[in-house]
């Protein structure tokens, strides 16, 4: 079955460095993948949509200079969390659509846990 | 480990008709329960959450109840429509974690 990668699964970091996720469909090609973030309890939120080759699609209120998202082969995008903060640790999430299968379930990785201190 | 089970699809269903989708949990502490929503093309949105036993969540006419006794979380609609035609998953955290466990999806079709 299609499989999602995501790496690392966890991370700590200290305030003001950088980050980097990636997320690689291992078996199939994703030409749009999508970012999520939970915070502790919750559910989770829509960060990006990330379209291989084009810019990503920001959701309302996610700032996209601080959460730089490149899409830049059809099976790999990476989320870079730039000059981290404590309030910046959650879990971050991938999932990825197979390209030509547009109705088909989304495939998850299986998460990043950032912690930032 | 924490896990979630849900019915495989496709279901496929006339307008109108009734939409149940099953759902199981096992989890070692007390979970959130959750359904979320792909529609064609988009991603993930969260349809409705039950955080303790017994709590109802409601949206857009879907319902679930969190059964703890029978570790389930099955989503209803009484009058399904095309518009929800989509991809329903099933998910859990738990109280002393944040990392989401997802069921595999079900696909949904409603045909008018």
């Known amino acids: 079955g299609a499989v999602v990668s995501q790496h690392p699964s966890w991370v700590i970091c200290k305030s003001g460095t950088s980050v980097k996720i990636e997320c690689r469909s291992l078996d199939f090609q994703a030409t749009t993948m999508f970012w999520y973030r939970q915070f502790p309890k919750q559910s989770l939120m829509l960060m990006a949509t990330?379209?291989?080759?084009?810019?990503?699609?920001?959701e309302q209120g996610v700032e996209k200079d601080k959460f730089l998202i490149n899409h830049a082969s059809l099976t790999l995008s990476t989320l870079t969390v730039t000059s981290a903060h404590p309030e910046d640790s959650s879990f971050y999430i991938c999932?990825?659509?197979?390209?030509?299968?547009?109705?088909?379930?989304?495939?998850f990785g299986n998460g990043t846990r950032l912690t930032v201190t | 480990g924490d896990s979630v089970t849900q019915m495989e699809g496709p279901v496929t269903l006339s307008e109108e008709a009734f939409l149940t989708i099953n759902c199981t949990y096992t989890?070692?502490?007390?979970?959130?329960l959750f359904w979320y929503v792909q529609y064609p093309g988009e991603g993930l949105q969260l349809l409705l959450k039950?955080?303790?036993?017994?709590d109802k969540g409601s949206n857009k006419g879907f319902e679930a109840t969190y059964r703890k006794e029978t570790t389930s979380f099955h989503l209803e609609k009484g009058s399904v429509q095309v518009s929800d035609s989509a991809v329903y998953f099933c998910a859990l955290v738990l109280s002393n974690d944040y990392k989401l466990s997802f069921g595999a999806g079900t696909t949904v079709t409603v045909r008018a």
């Open positions: 039950a955080t303790k036993a017994d």
């Open positions: 989890a070692t502490g007390y979970p959130s």
């Open positions: 990330s379209n291989e080759g084009s810019k990503a699609t920001y």
């Open positions: 999932s990825a659509i197979r390209t030509a299968h547009p109705n088909s379930p989304l495939h």
